[in-house]
């Protein structure tokens, strides 16, 4: 049998019961280039060239003297020179290369001449073009082969190569003897003392920068413990400190607490931070949004209900009252509750009881209750749509929370906090933010204030073509951001005559939104951002003033 006639069907065997490949008789396993590339671009990159080439020379010596082993204990071949010949056959079978056509072996005066080869298609996919050979594992693996076959020592070396810009590899093999002093730049890549010192040296290089990154952590880590509370919120400005402290204060004490503010301002964060800081820390905290459910299920959430109460019920189920009991129950939303909802929520709060729907008796209940509003519960007590006991029983304490817009100290501290949320949620590195995007973040007014920035932030991670948040990453509305609201130049305040009569609310509000118009260039969208309301707000308004596009 000669080596051109290996056939890879025949080599390679499938044991799909055992999990198993065997190429050439020995067990075998099948792996994707691109990720190959990718090993030798870490290597590289964490121990330094000259150990990633130690370390690939070395396994491609023991890959290529484990398969000379297999394939002499499984081929039979004719002669020494056909054992020889099945090397180059053997690897270009494997994918690994493909040899010029007549190409003679390593070991012949020219050497061995190869068209494509997959280690140096994968350097210049990953690192680019090279100033040396670097087909490591491929002279390793001809080497370790050779060797085996032979029964002395052969050195494979590289001396032309497709990843340096040549038009072909070229691989030459000879004993350390016949190689002479030409061999000396090479030899320590195949001695261990080469592949040793140099992780050494590596692992060394590492500890001196882990201590150094360390040290840094830790700096941060006493830096950003100023601005950060227990569940993670952001307050360096003194109004949201203020609601902090005022938060650590009522939670000690068992009281119910109204969380107020517009939408995404973070109330299910400060509610946690009265949860964790009280005396029920060690009992559950569970939340519900009480427009989230429809209003005929939503008495059911609540109090729970008795088997066979309505269609369906085919159990008995306890409501989120109950299942809180010893914690806290966080009720967000409170201000969409139906007015029959609101009645019995007045009850459990009022008597510590709460009946299940379809049951005739009360069942005590131990549970401290936290609500959230994003509306204004005083003008919905005066216009008859929330009922004003259950508005007081609510707001034992009140806790507002200030918008993002007035807290502006908060946003590039939350901005870095929510960068590095999301880049570890993509698993990519934390990004930077550019002065530009900093700026801009800084202009923008957030009328859907910390969600809408968390949002802004995993946008900039997704989008970031390198470690640095640009401006160009952010939406287009906080791109436009020019300046932040109520930044404007203002004319001084003008004394009012006596007998002058005030401008009505309306006419103010016509006015400053005229004003917002025009600082814009007449660009709603910016108008829109600044003033913190939507865009069809505002052309709305410009309709009433006859200033609408196209009115």
């Known amino acids: 049998m000669r080596a051109a006639d290996l056939d890879l069907s025949e080599l390679l065997t499938v044991d799909p019961q055992a999990g198993e490949l065997r190429f050439s008789g020995a067990r075998a396993i099948l792996l994707d280039a691109v990720a190959m590339g990718l090993l030798r671009k870490q290597l590289i990159d964490a ?32 002669s020494d020179e056909e054992w020889r010949d099945a090397g180059g056959r053997i690897h270009t079978l494997q994918g690994m290369i493909r040899l010029a056509p007549g190409a003679d072996g390593p070991l012949s005066p020219g050497g061995a001449t190869v068209e494509a080869s997959y280690e140096a298609e994968q350097h210049l996919l ?17 080497s370790g082969y050779l060797s085996c076959v032979e029964g002395r020592d052969i050195y494979v070396i590289e001396r032309r190569c497709l990843g340096r810009g040549d038009a072909s590899c070229l691989f030459a093999g000879r004993t350390a003897e016949a190689w002479g002093a030409e061999l000396e730049p090479h030899l320590p890549f195949f001695q261990e003392d080469r592949l040793d010192a140099s992780l050494r040296r590596a692992a060394e290089a590492l500890g001196r920068a882990e201590r150094r990154l360390k040290a840094r952590a830790e700096t941060l880590l006493r830096t950003a413990a100023a601005a950060a509370e227990p569940g993670g919120i952001v307050a360096s400005s ?21 969380i107020t503010g517009e939408s995404g301002t973070g109330k299910e964060r400060v509610a946690r931070l009265v949860h964790d800081a009280s005396p029920r820390a060690r009992a559950p905290l569970l939340a519900i949004n009480c427009a989230a459910i429809p209003e005929p ?33 966080f009720l ?42 994003n509306r204004e519960l005083a003008a919905e007590v005066a216009s008859g749509r929330f009922r004003k006991d259950l508005y007081y029983r609510l707001k034992v304490v009140e806790l507002r929370l200030p918008p993002l817009r007035e807290r502006r100290e908060d946003i590039l501290p939350l901005a870095r906090a929510l960068l590095a949320q999301a880049a570890a949620r993509m698993r990519r590195p934390a990004p930077r933010l550019s002065p530009g995007a900093a700026d801009r973040l800084v202009r923008y007014a957030w009328p859907g204030n910390v969600r809408e920035l968390e949002n802004a932030m995993e946008r900039a991670v997704a989008l970031a073509e390198a470690r640095r948040v640009e401006a160009d990453d952010l939406p287009e509305e906080v ?61 709305r308004k410009l309709k009433e003033y006859g200033r609408a596009p196209g009115g």
Request: proline share 4%; with cysteine.
């Open 126 to 142: 990953h690192l680019g073009r090279a100033e040396a050979p670097v087909c490591w594992t491929l002279a390793g693996f001809a």
């Open 479 to 539: 791109r436009s951001a020019l300046q932040p609201p109520d930044a404007g130049p203002r004319a001084p305040a003008r004394a009012r005559t006596f007998g002058e009569r005030a401008r009505t609310l309306g006419e103010v509000e016509k006015e400053h939104i005229l004003a917002a118009l025009a600082r814009n260039d007449g660009n709603q969208t910016r108008t829109a951002a600044e003033l913190g309301i939507g865009v069809s707000t505002l052309y």
């Open 297 to 329: 299920l939503l008495e059911s959430e609540l109090f729970g209900h008795a088997r066979g109460a309505f269609t369906g019920a085919t159990r008995d189920r306890a409501g989120i009252f109950e299942a809180a009991a010893g914690g806290t129950l």
């Open 47 to 78: 121990l330094g060239a000259a150990a990633a080439r130690a370390l690939l020379t070395r396994f491609g010596f023991a890959h290529g003297f484990r398969t000379a082993e297999a394939a002499r204990a499984e081929l039979p071949l004719e």
């Open 238 to 258: 003194p109004a949201m400190q203020r609601v902090l402290e005022l938060a650590r204060r009522v939670a000690q004490v068992d009281a119910t607490v109204l």
């Open 332 to 373: 967000d939303e409170v201000g969409e509750l139906p007015a029959g909802a609101q009645v019995k929520l007045l009850r459990a709060l009022q008597a510590r009881e709460v009946r299940r729907v379809g049951e005739n008796r009360s069942r005590p209940v131990d549970v401290r209750v936290v609500a959230a509003t």
